[in-house]
């Protein structure tokens, strides 16, 4: 009696559960992860993917190395994982150039990118058209907002009020008399609260009139008396 074959059709295999890696990224310590966190597991949880990789970085999103984001394409191309999930598309790129060629790279990997916040997924043509339309908005919006700030900084020096940081309150003079009488660099920093490149920084901008004119007139002769020994300047 012959047995018949069943086709795998008959009793198909359970299908797997597609594996996810969520990458999560803030710009300060003020900010949490948790928050992302949160919402990307709650995403993953309803759609019934299974979370292989979580990677998070703590940086801001105009620096081009981010040890989270490279190791999770790393990951990537090792076929770890069939989708990536993020909270925002500002999330995972410093800039549109930046983002298309991380989509371009997860589609020739046949991985699927998710964002929760603008809900595009791109295992579909539609998704895929909507993240470089997306994409090019939050460029324009991060445009706008830094120009703004421009505008802001040259209102601000037009009517004579300083930016940045105060400069340092601090006697030059004195400090090369310092450096000139025998102390170190680490002694002189030490003693005006300034780092050993400033002091450095000091010696050289220092004209050479007011460098003669330190020390009471012995500097302008070329030396100076220490106890027991003469010390000859060059």
């Not at 699927?112 to 916040?117: D, G, I």
């Not at 997924?121 to 058209?129: Q, W």
């Not at 004195?174 to 025998?182: F, H, L």
């Not at 500097?219 to 300047?233: D, E, K, S, Y």
Request: with cysteine.
């Amino acid at each position: 009696m012959a047995i018949e074959k069943l086709s795998p059709e008959v009793f198909p295999a359970k299908s797997r559960s597609k594996r996810v890696a969520i990458y999560t990224r803030v710009s300060t310590g003020d900010q949490h992860l948790e928050t992302q966190l949160y919402d990307l597991r709650e995403m993953a949880r309803l759609r019934g993917y299974e979370i292989v990789g979580e990677y998070a970085d703590q940086i801001s999103g105009a620096k081009a190395k981010r040890p989270g984001l490279d190791k999770l394409m790393t990951e990537a191309r090792r076929n770890r994982f069939d989708a990536v999930l993020v909270w925002a598309f500002d999330r995972m790129a410093r800039s549109v150039r930046h983002f298309l060629e991380i989509l371009d790279e997860l589609n020739h990997l046949n991985i699927e990118f998710v964002s929760f916040r603008e809900q595009i997924d791109t295992g579909g043509p539609l998704g895929r058209a909507m993240v470089v339309i997306v994409g090019a908005i939050a460029e324009l919006e991060k445009n706008l907002i830094v120009e703004r700030v421009r505008a802001g900084m040259r209102r601000a020096r037009l009517e004579g009020r300083h930016i940045g940081r105060a400069p340092l309150k601090i006697d030059r003079e004195q400090i090369v008399r310092d450096r000139r009488s025998g102390m170190s660099l680490t002694q002189v920093g030490k003693k005006h609260r300034v780092s050993r490149a400033t002091v450095c920084r000091l010696m050289k901008e220092l004209p050479c009139s007011s460098q003669a004119g330190t020390g009471g007139g012995l500097a302008a002769l070329g030396f100076m008396i220490a106890p027991h020994q003469w010390l000859i300047h060059p």
